[in-house]
């Protein structure tokens, strides 16, 4: 089953936060500084990434350059 990719970025706040289907109840789990992943409630599985001052990180990279359409694998720790 082919599930949607949906982006959120907030431009005032410098967040973006990137989500796989439908939004569902969950928490997050940071990953790295100012890195997390999102955990879907019920079933434990990784349905999202956020990035708090996402801008500033890319300007650090000297950009963002993504090819479309593109696959995100996320891979579940234990």
Aim: zero cysteines; charged letters at 35%.
């Amino acid at each position: 089953m082919k599930e949607n990719l949906n982006i959120y970025y907030d431009e005032e706040g410098d967040f973006l936060e990137i989500n796989i289907g439908k939004i569902t109840k969950g928490s997050f789990r940071e990953i790295a500084d100012g890195i997390a992943e999102r955990i879907d409630e019920k079933t434990g599985k990784i349905t999202g990434i956020s990035i708090l001052s996402f801008k500033k990180r890319i300007k650090k990279e000297k950009g963002l350059n993504i090819s479309l359409p593109f696959k995100i694998k996320l891979i579940e720790k234990l």
